[in-house]
């Protein structure tokens, strides 16, 4: 099958590769010329474990193409993949220029009969409003589908969580867009569920806030926790035996961050609201998160009376490990603060501090290692749980000016720190 993929964000880029490895000729085609440049060489724009090697594999075996020209971008295709941003706007809902200016591209191009697969996370609705704008713009009087394809892999583990996918949702009001689309995928040998466009639509925005909803759950289970001597990794693990409850998505921290769960839960408010609907839980689970973000910076401001003249490492930067997106990492917000507060910020991330000096202060500083970042802080602050930072001899610690160390992903067990002589605090412990 032809297939083009329209943008190479996280979501296009993953696509293209991973139909590409499962033998369909696929071309990615991405505005941003720069970007596209580097993808013919072979070099991924986004860190992603195994992304490079798989890329380079089907540009050789010529399945994986580039372009920054739509024209050439569809001219083979069979099937197009709608993968563009679907960033928030001021008031929390869903930005659809993107999208919309991606059906317009395929309605000046498109020559032949052709299947439009919206990967994008998008708002109830918006694949009729695709269809509307391809039939409103198109030039060549050709037929088309539309379905509904939402993604649902996580950053950092992208590759994998493509080929062992829960299940592809399909969703189409076309028996026959919906076959072609299942037999593009059969290759994954992933369960496939069908449905309809709005219900395919909905299922990724509840999802995502589903999930954001466990998290904020067990960070308020985690306050109890601290307020009541409970400790909240064992409440959690009780929890999750229950298979009703399930394990994931229930470690206490300092709330989600990342390019969707803050912006999908936020959009998908204002879905509810566009249809007179409050909704009240998932306005918590915002709430909640917010607070969480700065629950570090609350408990140095307890145990310090001024962190003016503090020098403080934060390790970790990405919003969780094994990426280099800094898109709502809490890196950003607690960074502020603490410089507002006068302090002086050293900061360590195994890959993320490229990405994260265009989003963090000019005045943080960065260290070449953990042991540097370490060196004479007053405190250290834990942000990203990486292998690296968890796997630290906690002898490392002793290097500060006092080892005290403020932990926002639970990385190690209150037990060795105290045997290390490290004043540990922690989320829910
Ligand atoms: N990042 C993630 O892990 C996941 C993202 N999603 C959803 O997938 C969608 C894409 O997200 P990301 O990959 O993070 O997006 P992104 O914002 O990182 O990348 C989008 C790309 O599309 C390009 N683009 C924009 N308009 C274009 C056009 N008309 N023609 C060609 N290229 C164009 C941009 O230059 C950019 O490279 C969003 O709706 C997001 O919610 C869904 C699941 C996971
Ligand atoms: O729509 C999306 O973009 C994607 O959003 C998330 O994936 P991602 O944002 O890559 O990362 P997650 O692993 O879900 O983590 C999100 C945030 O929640 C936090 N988190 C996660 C799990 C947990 O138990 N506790 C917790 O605080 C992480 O630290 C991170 O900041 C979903 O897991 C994907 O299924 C979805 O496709």
Same mark, same amino acid.
């Given at each position: ?16 590769? %991973?139909?590409?490895? @499962?033998?369909?000729? +696929? ?14 060489? #072979? ?6 474990? #195994? ?6 594999? $089907? @540009? ?45 591209? =395929? ?7 052709? =299947? ?17 704008? =391809? ?5 060549? $009087? ?7 394809? *939402?993604?649902? /892999?996580?950053?950092? %583990? ?32 992933? *369960?496939?569920?069908?449905?309809? @466009?709005?219900?395919?639509? /909905?299922?990724?925005?509840?999802? $995502? ?10 960070n308020?289970?985690?306050a109890?926790?601290?307020? +009541? #001597? ?20 229930? $470690?206490?921290g300092i709330g989600y961050g990342g390019?969707?769960?803050p ?5 998908? @408010? ?14 918590? +689970?915002v709430n909640v998160n917010q607070k969480q973000r700065t629950l570090l910076i609350d408990k140095l401001n307890e145990r310090f009376d001024t962190l003016a003249d503090k020098r403080i490492a934060v390790l970790g930067l990405a919003f969780? *490990?094994?990426?280099?997106?800094m898109r709502e990492a809490a890196s950003i917000i607690v960074t502020e603060r603490l410089i507002e507060q006068g302090a002086t910020v050293i900061t360590y991330d195994?890959?993320a501090m490229?990405?994260a000096k265009d989003r963090l202060h000019s005045d943080i500083l960065y260290a ?5 970042a370490l060196?004479?802080a007053d405190a250290a602050l834990i942000l990203t ?15 500060m000016?006092?080892?005290i160390v403020f932990d926002g992903r ?11 002589? +490290?004043?540990?605090w922690s989320v829910?412990?």
């Amino acid at each position: 099958m032809n297939i083009s993929v329209v943008g190479t964000g996280y979501v296009g880029l993953v696509t293209g590769v %991973s139909l590409a490895e @499962i033998g369909h000729h +696929v071309i990615c085609i991405d505005i941003n010329e720069s970007k596209i440049e580097k993808m013919k060489q #072979g070099i991924s724009p986004i860190y992603e474990p #195994g992304l490079d090697e798989m890329m380079s594999r $089907n @540009i050789e075996a010529g399945r994986l193409t580039f372009t920054s020209n739509h024209k050439e971008g569809f001219c083979h295709a069979d099937v197009i993949y709608i993968a563009v941003g679907t960033p928030e706007k001021a008031d929390g809902s869903a930005n659809l220029e993107f999208v919309e200016q991606a059906a317009r591209d =395929i309605a000046n191009h498109i020559t032949k009969d052709i =299947i439009v697969v919206t990967k994008s996370t998008v708002p109830a609705g918006t694949n009729d409003r695709i269809l509307e704008i =391809i039939e409103k713009n198109q030039i060549h $009087n050709v037929k088309f589908d539309v379905v509904a394809n *939402p993604e649902f /892999l996580r950053e950092g %583990s992208a590759l994998k969580d493509s080929f062992n996918a829960d299940r592809i949702v399909i969703g189409a009001n076309s028996g026959y867009a919906a076959s072609i689309i299942e037999k593009i995928n059969e290759p994954f040998g992933v *369960p496939i569920y069908h449905t309809d @466009i709005r219900s395919a639509e /909905l299922i990724k925005y509840a999802s $995502n806030a589903f999930l954001a909803t466990k998290i904020s759950f067990i960070n308020e289970i985690a306050a109890i926790c601290e307020r +009541v #001597g409970a400790n909240v990794e064992d409440v959690s693990k009780g929890m999750g035996m229950d298979q009703r409850i399930g394990e994931s998505f229930l $470690n206490a921290g300092i709330g989600y961050g990342g390019s969707c769960f803050p912006k999908d839960t936020k959009a998908l @408010i204002q879905i509810a609201g566009n249809v007179a609907y409050d909704f009240e839980l998932l306005k918590g +689970v915002v709430n909640v998160n917010q607070k969480q973000r700065t629950l570090l910076i609350d408990k140095l401001n307890e145990r310090f009376d001024t962190l003016a003249d503090k020098r403080i490492a934060v390790l970790g930067l990405a919003f969780k *490990p094994n990426t280099d997106d800094m898109r709502e990492a809490a890196s950003i917000i607690v960074t502020e603060r603490l410089i507002e507060q006068g302090a002086t910020v050293i900061t360590y991330d195994p890959v993320a501090m490229e990405s994260a000096k265009d989003r963090l202060h000019s005045d943080i500083l960065y260290a070449a290692s953990i042991q540097k970042a370490l060196t004479d802080a007053d405190a250290a602050l834990i942000l990203t749980e990486w292998d690296e930072i968890r796997n630290v001899n906690p002898i490392v610690f002793q290097s500060m000016k006092s080892p005290i160390v403020f932990d926002g992903r639970n990385c190690f067990s209150v037990e060795t720190m105290k045997e290390s002589g +490290v004043e540990y605090w922690s989320v829910g412990r």
